[in-house]
T-cell receptor, first 115, second 112 residues
């Protein structure tokens, strides 16, 4: 399968614990995006990478959130000291550079439940 | 804002009927994309229409773009139960980030 993959698909954690999600983009895509989606809403942009550089972070991304893409391939999103409000679907997407249309390809998402 | 607003919020039709959903936006754009999301899944890119295009087709999908009215429409012809999903539009500007800003979407239910 050459699409975007995300792991784990589901994560249940207790408030205060740290969690880490992984995203493997389509191999030739140098852009990688993280979004968060709560029930009944559209996805909200969190951050994006071009290759290994994190070029933009949303104000939604508090200091408890950190994202990395160390080798310009896969990316991780870590949430420290999780809160119940962090419960959401976390979506990863990848694309070619904007000049080629920027159609984004989404992974299946990681559903986080914070108890 | 770059955000698209979809209308209606919910749409229920019978299989075989056509479904039309609309998207309005406020800023100038250089393209607009439509995505579909089945329940609990990731988004699937449906179609991208550039600002210099007025209409685009892909299978049973027809997208129109009216930049003077800052609006787009997505028409699904001969709908099927499998078309049941949420549909989102994402206006795109010529920015460096390419990030997408989504509205709440249109939830389409196609009854068999």
């Amino acid at each position: 399968d050459t699409g975007v993959s995300q792991n784990p698909r589901h994560k249940i954690t207790k408030r205060g614990q740290n969690v880490t999600f992984r995203c493997d983009p389509i191999s030739e895509h140098n852009r990688l995006y993280w979004y968060r989606q709560t029930l009944g809403q559209g996805p909200e942009f969190l951050t994006y990478f071009q290759n290994e550089a994190q070029l933009e972070k949303s104000r939604l991304l508090s200091d408890r959130f950190s994202a990395e893409r160390p080798k310009g391939s896969f990316s991780t999103l870590e949430i420290q000291r999780t809160e119940q409000g962090d419960s959401a679907m976390y979506l990863c997407a990848s694309s070619l550079p904007t000049g080629q249309g920027n159609s984004q390809f989404f992974g299946p998402g990681t559903r986080l439940t914070v108890l | 804002s770059q955000q698209g607003e979809e209308d209606p919020q919910a749409l229920s039709i019978q299989e075989g009927e056509n479904a039309t959903m609309n998207c309005s936006y406020k800023t100038s754009i250089n393209n607009l994309q439509w995505y579909r999301q089945n329940s609990g899944r990731g988004l699937v890119h449906l179609i991208l229409i550039r600002s210099n295009e007025r209409e685009k087709h892909s299978g049973r999908l027809r997208v129109t773009l009216d930049t003077s009215k800052k609006s787009s429409s997505l028409l699904i012809t001969a709908s099927r139960a499998a078309d049941t999903a949420s549909y989102f539009c994402a206006p795109g500007r010529a920015s460096n980030t390419g990030k997408l800003i989504f509205g709440q979407g249109t939830t389409l239910q196609v009854k068999p």
